[in-house]
């Protein structure tokens, strides 16, 4: 089994269990948005019995690589299952959206990596019949981490005196909209998708005026733009995982989606004065 990167390997060895190994597409290090598929990645294309992926233009090469695969191989583009729904872009963010400007971070809303985790276990399923009762089940226990998580999330975000986040990227659309929050985003949908002065300028005042008292950087990202941005305005920083890459390297050991997104929570309740 191959997954293009993190997220979409956390669902696939979730739901799979013991019975599937889920190879990450996407090498350490290497920018999800912007990834190459080099020899060794066309290579566990070709060997897999299934593929998962995000298309609509999320990671063009990896999209082409799919489409060139020979029918054998079972392939799902998460992106396009049913309860994904996918939302507008940012306007200001222009050709760095996805085909039709979507904005391609779902995974960052629990309940959309529900569904997609569902049509994972469909695609399971259909390559192995002989197994689907266990997958079922792991879909089962999934869906309720993740409507635990989403509990948690709803009630470490109520009643907060602010609601605006300032974020290294724009990857906050659907948690932000999920919570009730507002997203102020430094950078475009792709995190090396640097602003200028004037931007930055702007993301600053429209923070002062929104009285932010955190700025959030990423994970696996220089925290420099953040640094800017709080120095400017008075605030502290913080970090809100995007959970881009492999949380193990970047945060530490026995770190996941379901932990980190827990820790985005308890960092965004301090940093939101939430009741």
Request: hydrophobic share 40%; aromatic share 6%.
């Given at each position: 089994?191959?997954?293009?990167?993190?997220?979409?390997?956390?669902?696939?060895?979730?739901?799979?269990?013991?019975?599937?190994?889920?190879?990450?597409?996407?090498?350490?290090?290497?920018?999800?948005?912007?990834?190459?598929?080099?020899?060794?990645?066309?290579?566990?294309?070709?060997?897999?019995?299934?593929?998962?992926?995000?298309?609509?233009?999320?990671?063009?090469?990896?999209?082409?690589?799919?489409?060139?695969?020979?029918?054998?191989?079972?392939?799902?583009?998460?992106?396009?299952?049913?309860?994904?729904?996918?939302?507008?872009?940012?306007?200001?963010?222009?050709?760095?959206?996805?085909?039709?400007?979507?904005?391609?971070?779902?995974?960052?809303?629990?309940?959309?990596?529900?569904?997609?985790?569902?049509?994972?276990?469909?695609?399971?399923?259909?390559?192995?019949?002989?197994?689907?009762?266990?997958?079922?089940?792991?879909?089962?226990?999934?869906?309720?981490?993740?409507?635990?998580?989403?509990?948690?999330?709803?009630?470490?975000?109520?009643?907060?005196?602010?609601?605006?986040?300032?974020?290294?990227?724009?990857?906050?659309?659907?948690?932000?909209?999920?919570?009730?929050?507002?997203?102020?985003?430094?950078?475009?949908?792709?995190?090396?998708?640097?602003?200028?002065?004037?931007?930055?300028?702007?993301?600053?005042?429209?923070?002062?005026?929104?009285?932010?008292?955190?700025?959030?950087?990423?994970?696996?990202?220089?925290?420099?733009?953040?640094?800017?941005?709080?120095?400017?305005?008075?605030?502290?920083?913080?970090?809100?995982?995007a959970l881009e890459f492999d949380p193990t390297r970047a945060l530490g050991a026995g770190q996941d989606y379901l932990t980190v997104m827990r820790g985005n929570g308890r960092r965004l309740h301090s940093g939101l004065e939430c009741?």
């Amino acid at each position: 089994m191959v997954a293009d990167f993190y997220p979409v390997q956390f669902l696939a060895q979730r739901v799979g269990g013991d019975r599937v190994s889920v190879a990450d597409l996407t090498p350490p290090g290497t920018e999800p948005h912007e990834l190459a598929v080099d020899a060794k990645g066309a290579g566990a294309l070709a060997d897999a019995n299934v593929v998962f992926y995000l298309g609509a233009g999320f990671q063009p090469d990896v999209q082409k690589a799919v489409g060139e695969l020979p029918r054998s191989v079972r392939r799902t583009d998460l992106l396009s299952v049913p309860g994904v729904n996918l939302l507008p872009a940012p306007s200001v963010l222009g050709r760095e959206a996805l085909a039709g400007g979507k904005d391609p971070h779902v995974w960052l809303d629990p309940l959309r990596m529900r569904a997609m985790a569902a049509a994972v276990a469909g695609a399971y399923e259909r390559a192995d019949p002989e197994h689907a009762d266990g997958y079922r089940d792991n879909l089962a226990r999934l869906q309720r981490d993740l409507d635990r998580l989403h509990s948690d999330l709803r009630a470490d975000l109520t009643g907060c005196a602010q609601t605006s986040i300032v974020t290294s990227h724009a990857a906050f659309g659907y948690f932000a909209r999920r919570y009730g929050l507002r997203q102020i985003p430094i950078a475009g949908l792709s995190p090396d998708a640097e602003p200028d002065a004037k931007t930055l300028a702007t993301i600053s005042r429209q923070a002062r005026k929104a009285g932010v008292h955190t700025v959030y950087f990423e994970e696996a990202l220089p925290p420099k733009l953040a640094d800017t941005v709080a120095a400017e305005i008075g605030a502290r920083v913080d970090l809100l995982a995007a959970l881009e890459f492999d949380p193990t390297r970047a945060l530490g050991a026995g770190q996941d989606y379901l932990t980190v997104m827990r820790g985005n929570g308890r960092r965004l309740h301090s940093g939101l004065e939430c009741r």
